[in-house]
């Protein structure tokens, strides 16, 4: 019987798809990201289905929209039941670990829903009950901006507080890399690597790359959209550190593959790499993601090992949601009926399948709001006297943005009010409230813009 692929999942946070080589990122930054999507699969078209961290991670855990798991903003807690995929795959016979930023422990402010007991453990260790199902190796911090920063800080080795010296992308890599020193090869492994890079730092209130980033990345080509933004934002001032960070990710990324052929793992192992959403540098709006703007939405992602190989491109429209049935397949484990997305086998091999023509967006915190992008398409409504923190759903939705992405790649001009599109929004707003319904939310009534 032929072995499971070994299955490393490698995340980053608030990743631009546009930093990467291989998605036309001039400058050098990803070398090794760039030689993994040469040998492996590279999603052209990838999107988060939640821009921001918390509800991300859920949904990358469960298969499930944020609204599905209750983690429909930060600082709620994924239910101690859920189902999630390090689970399924214990029951499969694998060995599962975790290793950096978890962000789904601790429930904190005020909601409107019900989001259960409040509880707090950003800062200290996260017990076994609330790790999702990660039960062979844990190396985390909730919230790990607030227990380091780029250089220096301390995570929890199961309940025991570790300190780490240097840059942070690095510190974590070594956890990895530990891990896969003393991996015994009695089962397939599961192991899940979750940065916090290029996230900016919160508390500093900027992006920290390693020392010397700003030298180093001073000759960067600022991208179109930032540019041509009437809101200026503070991308000018961040944008060399935010590359630093990248190409740290990247020379760890490089760090995993040569221990991987190091050890013999290479072949036998599927690595995935992606991120949770992008960012805009508060062109958008104050902060940096939480809007449905590509800038914020689009990610790099890219997969490389058993079943996954060829140096392809996949071109169909694929979301964060589909992950966790690409992982399941791939360990040949069966979807459950109630995991939401599609594995990407389906479109690798460029046989004729029926695949998704829009990848579905719940949006929170800054708003309550729901978008579809389709090829051409970014159709966005958002729901009026409702508030995306204290609010998860909405029984009516007002039409906010409408953007040709054909004629309009930067998303300067909303069509949202030109009677010209009248019908197209029309279309638009049928496919969404589609997509809704799927994710188990009431039909809702979509008000036009006035």
């Known amino acids: 019987m032929k072995r499971k692929p070994n299955i490393l999942f490698i995340f980053s946070d608030q990743q631009r798809w546009d930093t990467v080589g291989c998605y036309g990122q001039p400058l050098d930054i990803t070398p090794n990201l760039d030689d993994l999507a040469k040998d492996g699969v590279r999603i052209e078209n990838a999107f988060t289905c939640q821009p921001v961290c918390g509800p991300a991670r859920a949904c990358l855990q469960t298969g499930k929209y944020a609204t599905e798991t209750g983690c429909y903003r930060n600082a709620i807690a994924l239910p101690l039941d859920a189902n999630t995929v390090p689970r399924y795959l214990s029951q499969a016979g694998y060995e599962v670990g975790y290793v950096g930023k978890w962000h789904l422990a601790s429930t904190g402010y005020d909601s409107n829903e019900d989001i259960g007991e409040v509880c707090n453990y950003e800062t200290t260790a996260i017990p076994p009950e609330r790790r999702g199902g990660y039960k062979d190796y844990w190396v985390a911090a909730d919230v790990l901006e607030y227990t380091s920063h780029g250089y220096d800080g301390y995570m929890f080795k199961d309940m025991e507080k570790v300190e780490f010296k240097g840059y942070r992308v690095d510190a974590t890599t070594d956890f990895v890399l530990d891990y896969l020193d003393g991996y015994t090869g009695e089962k ?130 694929v979301s964060l949601i589909d992950l966790p049935a690409t992982i399941l397949n791939s360990a040949g484990v069966e979807q459950p009926e109630d995991m939401q997305g599609y594995p990407i086998q389906e479109v690798v091999d460029g046989k004729e399948v029926k695949w998704q023509q829009e990848v579905f967006l719940q949006i ?87």
Not at 244 to 255: F, T
Not at 276 to 287: I, L, M, Q, V
Not at 368 to 375: K, Q, V, W, Y
Not at 400 to 418: A, H, I, S, W
């Open 188 to 317: 397939p492994f599961f192991l899940f690597t979750s940065y916090i890079e290029p996230h900016h730092q919160n508390d500093r209130n900027r992006y920290e790359g390693p020392d010397g980033s700003k030298e180093r990345f001073k000759d960067y080509v600022p991208p179109k959209d930032l540019v041509c933004n009437t809101e200026k934002g503070d991308w000018e001032e961040n944008y060399p550190d935010y590359l630093g960070c990248c190409a740290s990710l990247d020379e760890n990324v490089g760090r995993i593959r040569k221990k991987l052929r190091e050890l013999g793992l290479e072949e036998d192992t599927l690595i995935i790499y992606t991120s949770d959403h992008g960012s805009h540098f508060r062109t958008r709006n104050k902060e940096y993601k939480r809007s449905c703007h590509e800038s914020a939405i689009r990610v790099p992602m890219i997969l490389n090992g058993p079943g996954f190989r060829g140096g392809k491109v996949v071109k169909e429209l």
């Open 364 to 450: 929170s915190e800054s708003q309550l709001g729901r978008a579809i992008r389709t090829d051409k398409w970014k159709y966005c409504v958002t729901a009026p006297d409702k508030s995306g923190g204290m609010d998860s759903h909405s029984d009516t939705y007002v039409e906010t943005f409408l953007y040709d992405l054909e004629k309009d790649p930067c998303e300067l001009t909303n069509l949202v009010k030109d009677p010209a599109y009248v019908k197209v929004r029309e279309e638009l707003a049928s496919r969404l409230i589609k997509r809704m319904k799927e994710a188990k939310e009431e039909e809702p009534v979509i008000l036009s813009a006035k």
